[in-house]
């Protein structure tokens, strides 16, 4: 079974040692990827709103230029190999971010909200064909910084 977020960067979104099938035979469960927060990257969502197609995250921080970008949901799974949002947030502390998504959402619609770095420090989103990703997901040890999010009402 392949797992969501399994390929990206040009390399493997998991960690080097951890195997994209589950094991049938016996083997080890390989390392397991949690979304959430760092030390020195984060995305807080507490009071984040939204104005039609667009969002106001409260607060980003990263350690390097990146993006935060949001990837839809269909069919109650995410879609990692689609974004629907991105935009450049500089190294550091970033507040009232604003993304625009492709399309309004309904309140409640799911995304996954995340960080990735600007590999080539372009400020453009190189998405490349959503399996191998130019522009890497942030990661601190096993945790991507990333969070599961359900549009707000509109609320701006």
Known sequence: M???????????????????AMPDDGEAAPPQITLGNGEHNAIMLEGATRS?????????RIDRNGFLVMHPFRDG???????VGAVPVP????????ITVDAEP?????????????????RVFDFGDGVTVPDAPVFEGGTMIAHRYAAPEESE
């Open 2 to 20: 392949i797992r969501p977020w399994a390929i990206c960067a040009g390399a493997a979104l998991l960690p080097a040692d951890a195997a994209i």
């Open 52 to 60: 039609g197609a667009t969002f106001r995250i409260p607060t980003i």
């Open 77 to 83: 799974a995410p879609v990692p190999t689609e974004y």
């Open 91 to 98: 190294a550091g502390v970033s507040h009232n971010v604003r």
């Open 106 to 122: 309904m309140a409640g619609e799911m995304f996954i909200v995340m960080l990735h770095y600007d590999m080539n420090d372009d």
